[in-house]
């Protein structure tokens, strides 16, 4: 009995997997399918980067702002200053107040007590300390200030009032500047139109079922890949037709050398009409022929370092 059951569970498991795959392929039946697959070199296991999450420029310089000094703060009792000046004041009021009693021979002021000059007198050396004092707090603070504006490392005080953020590099720089220094003729601008350029390529061989025309587009990998998913239409007797295909944008997310090899991951935002339809009848099978399809994949192209021929190794959903 416990076999049955055993053989049961393991054979539902299986048809819901391959409905799923199946339900899968077909909602999303585009080149590729709308899954991942091929090679990211020593990346292929490591999910690509956003370039949302590189520094940008509002990130990388921020505009300059006037300096404010930081506010005048009352600090905690203590400190040599204060002891000195309480000592002090403490010392001459206590005098004062002896000689006042009768203790302190032969008297001062006006009458023997606290007259009106020692009264001015105190007055004035307490308000030239509370100066002095104060006047080294603020110091103090404007040179924490600066110094914890170098300690962040990005900030660089400028004389005159104003402050400014250094831009600092990102991966994609680092990777451009080595690029460049084996092929001086690579442009950024020119890279995402052959991307988008390769794209619709791509697109309309699967389309048509034949890599003939994009076969030095691809790596062997992907290749054999697209060739077994038309090698599944044509059994099946079906051909998913693509239409009213827009790229929305490319954007360069990852840059890097290995091996002898440039790699570089682009982002693109595109939408479609994507249906399959049925070779004898023309019934749409999957898809929708009003419904466009949103999406965004990673692209990932790899070419011998040098100035050679990009070919897509791999293909990633965000």
Known sequence: ??????????????????????????????????????????????????????????????????????????QPAGGFLRSMAGGMLGGMLGGMLFRGLGFGGTGGGMGGG?????????????????????????????????????????????????????????????GMAHIRQMD??????????????????????????????????????????????????????QVNRLENIAVRNVEISEVWQESGQDYITALIYANLLDYTTDDATGTVVSGSKTEPVKFEEYWTFTRPVGNNPWRLSAINQK
Do not use: C
Request: glycine share 8%; charged share 20%.
């Open 1 to 74: 009995m416990k076999r049955h059951v055993v053989k049961l569970f393991t054979l539902v498991a299986a048809v819901m997997m391959l409905t799923v795959t199946a339900l899968e392929f077909d909602a999303h039946a585009r080149a590729g399918g709308g899954r991942s697959f091929g090679s990211r070199g020593s990346r292929s296991y490591s999910r690509p980067a956003s370039p949302y999450s590189q520094p940008g420029p509002s990130q990388q310089a921020a505009p300059a702002r006037p300096y404010s000094p930081p506010p005048f703060q009352q």
């Open 114 to 174: 606290i007259g009106l000059f020692e009264i001015l007198l105190l007055a004035g050396i307490g308000y030239l300390i509370y100066r002095f004092v104060k006047k080294k707090r603020v110091d103090s603070s404007y040179s924490t200030y600066e110094q914890g504006g170098y300690q962040h490392g990005n900030v660089t005080p400028i004389y005159g009032g104003t402050e400014s953020y250094e831009p600092q590099p990102t991966d994609v720089d680092t």
């Open 184 to 237: 001086p003729s690579f442009d950024e601008s020119r890279f995402n139109d052959s991307v988008m350029d390769i794209f619709f390529k791509i697109q309309g061989a699967w389309m048509n079922r034949d890599l003939s025309s994009v076969s030095g587009l691809l790596t062997d990998e992907m290749k054999r890949i697209f060739q077994e998913d038309m090698d599944r239409l044509l059994r099946d007797k």
